[in-house]
């Protein structure tokens, strides 16, 4: 992966799977506790730890997500890892999520409006224009995660116009940039970020190698070249500064 050679300043991760024993992110306290270590020597200082949702009920639900979001953090301090660690969710968009994100099973980003939605990866569904339309009546803010590696979006990358058009935000991961997932994501990132598209990079790290790492700023270059310092900086730095504090972006 590229080096991190992004400017120091404060740089939070919107997008993680660093909680342990709770979806496919780390396996144990060791890796979640490697993964937020080599976070923070890459520049990171504030972690949204957001699994996956559904995994969350299988596993007991909220007093699980707290569980391992208190252990984690208690991790972070034994270790002198200066790392803010803030609650969140990745939600997988299904026709039950406008009430569970009102009864509170699911979370929205540290506390904020802001929502971190997965749609399906191979189709289209049916209800996605719907229950979009029904979370932002509810006030959540969407911002729709991973979408360079969205089958349906690579194949029309419109589909993403509309919905920004309509509110919502979009999250590209940083490894795509790099070619960690292979070509047609990261071709499908460049054209979106290329049409002002993406608002946000993450890094959805999941492990601490390979294309699952957290990578973050080492995709500063990469985004300087597609979209220039500006854009860069917003996608980087200030789009998920805003987003942890509840601001507009």
């Known amino acids: 992966m590229a080096q991190e050679t992004a400017p120091a300043k404060p740089l939070y991760d919107v997008h993680t799977h660093v909680l342990f024993d709770i979806d496919d992110g780390a396996f144990d306290e060791a890796m979640a ?5 080599l976070s923070s020597e890459r520049g990171v200082t504030g ?13 007991g639900g909220l007093p699980t997500f707290h569980d391992r979001l208190e252990r984690t953090r208690a991790l972070l301090q034994e ?7 803030l609650p969140g969710m990745e939600v997988h968009l299904m026709p039950d999520v406008p009430e569970l ?5 699911y979370l929205p980003l540290n506390g904020t ?3 971190l939605i997965e749609l399906d990866f191979v189709q289209w569904a049916s209800f996605t ?7 932002a009546v509810d006030g959540y803010v969407v911002l729709l995660a991973h979408v360079e590696r969205i089958g349906p979006v690579q194949e029309r990358p419109a589909l993403i116009e509309k919905l920004v058009r309509r509110g919502c935000y979009a999250q590209v991961t940083a490894s795509s940039l790099l070619g960690g997932f292979g070509d047609q994501p990261r071709r499908t990132a460049e054209t979106l970020l290329k049409r002002g598209l993406v608002h946000v990079i993450a890094s959805d790290a999941h492990r601490p190698e390979g294309n699952r790492e957290p990578v973050l700023a080492g995709a500063y270059d990469r985004l300087v070249e597609l979209v220039g310092e500006d854009a860069a900086e917003a996608a980087l730095y200030a789009n ?5 504090r509840g601001e507009p972006l």
Not at 101 to 105: E, F, I, P, Q
Not at 240 to 244: E, F, G, N, Q, S
């Open 33 to 37: 506790l490697d993964m937020l270590r």
């Open 47 to 59: 972690i949204v730890a957001t699994p996956h949702s559904q995994d969350v009920r299988e596993h």
């Open 79 to 85: 270790s002198g890892i200066p790392i803010e660690l």
């Open 101 to 105: 994100l009102r009864s509170g099973d």
């Open 113 to 115: 409006r802001y929502v």
């Open 129 to 135: 224009d719907d229950l979009l339309f029904q979370i």
């Open 240 to 244: 998920p500064a805003a987003v942890v």
